[in-house]
């Protein structure tokens, strides 16, 4: 089987347990490190013909990573597309073991069944803290409710305050997020690259956390060490910016 994976999490998931079956993936599949399989671009924009010159079996796309519209000119070049949706860590662990029986393990990988262990052990705070979870800046985007994202922090005993939201993804105003009063503001990475001097200046009053968006966005090998990881990043001194 060849496969093309447009999907950062899918393409290290496939690379650690099924490697020889990559046949290309888009620029922003960073991991595992040293991935030497063609790139076709990104995950909104792939170019297509470079993805059929590849001749694959199947794509592997993501509802929300992915364009719907890429997904259909796909099919009807007559690739099969292999589509994953988790909202939760339980759907993120179920998808991820019914799409690698799907393309050929006989049984579970070890960083599946490590990750299943990992967080069945966490025992989330009560009552948990408040949090947002701003995602991009320039405008804001923070995480909103029924997102993988929420689930996991939720999972470690964090509320997210934009989590009863009917948009996936909001984007209130920066004012909006200073009165929403959080215990705790948590900044990943990725996609939008916060730092300790991109981010934490906007919440002068309200102690940050940066944290591996890797291990909170991605579902893949990285969530067999996202409950220590995250835990650790998310209770060590918060970081707050000078006024």
Known sequence: ??????????????????????????????HPAGLDVPRVGGSKYPDLDRI?????????????????????????????????????????????????????????????????????????AIPPRTVIVPVWRRPWIVAGGDTFTSDVLLRLGLRNLYDDTSDRYPRPTLDDLRAAAPDLVVLPDEPYPFSPTDGPEAFPDTPCALVSGRHLTWYGP??????????????????????
């Open 1 to 30: 089987m060849r496969v093309v994976s447009l999907v950062p999490s899918l393409t290290e998931a496939v690379a650690a347990t099924l490697p020889g079956l990559l046949v290309g993936a888009t620029d922003y599949c960073t």
């Open 52 to 124: 059929f010159a590849l001749h694959p079996d199947v794509v592997l796309m993501n509802v929300e990573e992915n364009q719907r519209s890429d997904a259909e000119a796909i099919e009807a070049a007559g690739v099969r597309v292999r589509l994953t949706y988790p909202r939760t860590v339980d759907q993120a662990l179920d998808e991820l073991a019914d799409l690698l029986r799907d393309l050929g393990t006989s049984q579970e990988p070890e960083w599946l069944a490590q990750a299943r262990a990992a967080w069945a052990a966490v025992t989330p």
């Open 222 to 243: 990285s969530l067999a060490e996202a409950p220590r990881l995250l835990t650790a990043q998310l209770t060590r001194p918060a970081r707050k910016a000078p006024h």
